[in-house]
């Protein structure tokens, strides 16, 4: 492992850190795991169409983790029907599992929400969601895979499984 490389990730079912590696893969290799509509929206910032996610209207629990690499980002207990079309998010399991990035893309000031272990584009952060934050992270459900605590995470080629 590359100590540049070197990750403090949250483990949203044990509730612990651990340590790993940054995720680096081509993008031909990112094509091949990963279905044309995840690779478009998780790899090239895409955006979903409103509510044509899965998990727009999800009520199941669980973690959704990144649907390319299985990092968690957000507990169901979190998700909030914000009536945007996309999913939505009060705050992260942790804010080391993410990244923000300052968007300017579409004449737009916006800020860009990644995955931290693999740079999946998730969606955006905004300040207009519940109390006591505010905050709304609005996410495309094609860049998340809903897990269940206690049942076995494949590392990669969970968007295939998905959302096919
Ligand atoms: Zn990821």
Redesign the pocket.
Known sequence: MNPDDVLELFDACAGVTFSTAI?HRTESEWQEILTPAVYRV?RKAGTEPPFSGIYTKCDKEGVY???????HLFFSQDKFDSGTGWPSFSRPVSPDNIEVHQDSSYGMMRTEVL??????HLGHVFDDGPLPDRTRYCMNSLSLSLVVCGTEIPDTNMAKSVHE
């Open positions: 995720i998780a983790a990144c649907a390319c690499c299985g990092t995955c931290r272990r693999c740079k999946a």
